[in-house]
């Protein structure tokens, strides 16, 4: 789960890492009166789970309150469009409007997950403000690492090591070291998979400040975080995928035009990769889950068809748990009660295939069958590339 920036800065701010003072505003009144508290010069800065906001016009300075009314009258409402957002772009319902600081270095800070290793992985550089992967493409030898082993954490000489490393003078290595203890206790508690500081900035006074943060969270540990979950923003997300969520199917939406219904993430991966290879273009990523029923296929193919770009279905299961009647069942009643009318190729193997098979021979449905995953990816993107 993605968190906005000003919901990870009061994480941050809770582990004592420094972050500028700020508030919120979801309306342009909100937005002066929160000037007025800070006094003087602010940053308003658009909330949109999404990178490169100020290259998109979404960030800006303001000199005084009349200056951030109108600045905030132009980026509340807009539709934001990043590097990250794709062309179509986000709505920016909030703005942070936040306290400027003198900048003397821009510097930077991650953790990640190193799945080569198994082990986080903590980050940092003298390049800040710019795209951790640009600089990894053009200078990697500037991004030091240091790796954080389970159940010891980060300890304070690897803190002091990073610091030091990226340029940080020695009046400040200490406030450094404990931001960067800081950042790497909040990643484990809270079970994030990603947190970024970029720019962490020094300022002319010796002081350092997250001056921007992202946070990502694994949604496996809401059982352990159920306060957490209120920060989730729905209009962050694609309908489709929150839609999904309601259903207990894992979905993620692509820009292809051939629908996956799939069970097992493994199996969803290699139908994806076996639809590329055969020429086509996927356009989700779907796994029902092996304990899968008759409703929740429905409630897939309603999901998979609200989808304007899907032109053909594939269905490729592997009968366990979730059997191939069971699931000829689920497929015939959507087909019925959605009326379906593109194309949907079918191919299952395992429990009482045979009878699958034979329901779905006899429902007088338009059901193309498919006898291995390479007979039915040829199939589908035919019938895609048809319809398109």
């Known amino acids: 789960m993605k968190i906005h920036e000003f919901q990870a800065k009061a994480i941050l ?32 800065k658009a909330q949109i789970h999404a990178g490169g906001r100020g290259k998109g016009g979404g960030v800006k300075l303001a000199a005084d309150g009349a200056e951030t009314e109108t600045i905030a009258s132009q980026i509340l409402g807009m539709t934001l469009v990043t590097h990250q957002t794709g062309p179509e772009g986000r709505l920016v319902q909030k703005v942070l409007v936040e306290q400027t600081l003198p900048i003397k270095k821009e510097l930077y800070l991650g953790i990640v997950l190193d799945r080569v290793i198994g082990k986080n992985v903590f980050m940092a550089s003298s390049e800040g403000g710019m795209d951790i992967e640009e600089v990894a493409a053009t200078t990697p030898e500037r991004i030091l690492r240091e790796v954080i082993e389970p159940g010891i954490g980060l300890s304070p000489f690897q803190a002091r090591n990073l610091a030091f490393g990226i340029g940080v ?4 290595v200490n406030a450094a070291a404990k931001a960067i203890l800081a950042l790497a206790r909040a990643y484990e508690d809270i079970d994030a998979n990603l947190a970024e500081i970029n720019p962490f900035i020094l300022t ?10 992202k946070i990502g969270i694994d ?3 809401f059982f352990r975080h159920k306060d957490l979950i209120s ?4 209009n962050e997300e694609d309908p489709l995928e929150v839609e999904a969520s309601k259903f207990s199917l894992n979905y993620v939406k692509l820009d292809g035009n051939v629908a996956c219904m799939v069970n097992g993430a493994g199996l969803a991966m290699a139908t994806m990769d076996i639809i590329k290879y055969a020429g086509g273009n996927p356009a989700n990523f779907l796994d029902v889950g092996g304990g899968a029923n008759a409703e929740q ?10 989808d304007e770009n899907v032109k053909a279905v594939l269905i490729n299961i592997f009968g366990g748990i979730l059997r191939c009647d069971t699931l000829a069942t689920g497929v015939i009643a959507a087909a019925r009660d959605l009326h379906i009318q593109i194309p949907i190729v079918v191919r299952m193997e395992g429990t009482n295939v045979e009878l699958g098979r034979q329901m779905l021979a006899e429902s007088g449905l338009n059901l193309v069958s498919a006898v291995s995953m390479k007979d039915a990816a040829e199939k589908v993107v035919a019938l895609a590339s048809q319809a398109a």
């Open 13 to 44: 701010a809770k582990y004592g890492v420094p972050v500028p003072k700020g508030k919120v505003a979801s309306t342009v009144q909100e937005a002066v009166a929160a000037q007025k508290e800070l006094g003087g010069r602010v940053v308003v």
């Open 219 to 221: 949604d496996n540990s």
């Open 204 to 213: 002319e006074d010796g002081g350092v400040f997250a001056l921007d943060a």
């Open 297 to 306: 296929i429905k409630n897939a193919f309603h999901i998979l068809l609200s």
């Open 169 to 172: 003078p020695a009046e400040s």
């Open 231 to 234: 920060l989730r923003d729905l």
